[in-house]
C-alpha cells in the first residue's frame, strides 16, 4: 500500500477544464501504478484512466477517452487527471488509486485490483 493525497476538485461549466493530481508518499511509479477512477451519485464505483504496469501504456474508459489525459511526474511522485470538454455526465467523486505496478498486465479495470486510494475529490460539471 501506499498513502495518495488528492487535491484540485471543484465546479466547472460545461466545455470547461479541471486539473486533478494525486501525490504518493514513500513509494514510486516502479512499485506502484496510479490510476483513476469516479463515482456518480447513485452509481457505482467505474474505472476512469491508468497507466499500465511498466508506465509505457496508459489505458482509458470509453466515456473519457479523448477529453482526459493522463500524466506523471517521476520526480514529485504526482499523478494527474488533466478534465477537458467536461460535460455534467462527468460529475462525481474522483479517486485516485494505486496498484502494484508488478501486478497481472491488463487487469487494471476494476477497483478490486488496487489496493491504495486516496480520500477522493468532488468534480461538479454544471450544464
Known amino acids: 500500500q501506499v498513502q495518495l493525497v488528492e487535491y484540485g476538485g471543484g465546479l466547472a461549466q460545461t466545455g470547461g477544464s479541471l486539473r486533478l493530481s494525486c501525490a504518493m508518499s514513500?513509494?514510486?511509479?516502479?512499485?506502484?501504478?496510479p490510476g483513476w477512477f469516479r463515482q456518480a451519485p447513485g452509481k457505482e464505483r467505474r474505472f476512469v484512466a491508468t497507466?499500465?504496469?511498466?508506465?509505457?501504456?496508459?489505458y482509458y474508459s470509453d466515456s473519457v477517452k479523448g477529453r482526459f489525459t493522463l500524466s506523471r511526474d517521476i520526480i514529485k511522485k504526482t499523478v494527474y487527471l488533466q478534465m477537458d470538454n467536461l460535460t455534467p455526465e462527468d460529475t462525481a467523486v474522483y479517486y485516485c488509486?494505486?496498484?502494484?505496478?508488478?501486478?497481472?498486465?491488463?487487469?487494471?479495470?476494476?477497483?478490486?485490483?488496487?489496493?491504495?486510494w486516496g480520500q477522493g475529490l468532488q468534480v461538479t460539471v454544471s450544464s
Open positions: 497507466f499500465s504496469g511498466s508506465g509505457h501504456r496508459v
Open positions: 488509486a494505486a496498484r502494484a505496478a508488478r501486478g497481472p498486465g491488463g487487469r487494471y479495470f476494476s477497483p478490486n485490483e488496487y489496493d491504495s
Open positions: 514513500d513509494r514510486t511509479f516502479t512499485d506502484y501504478s
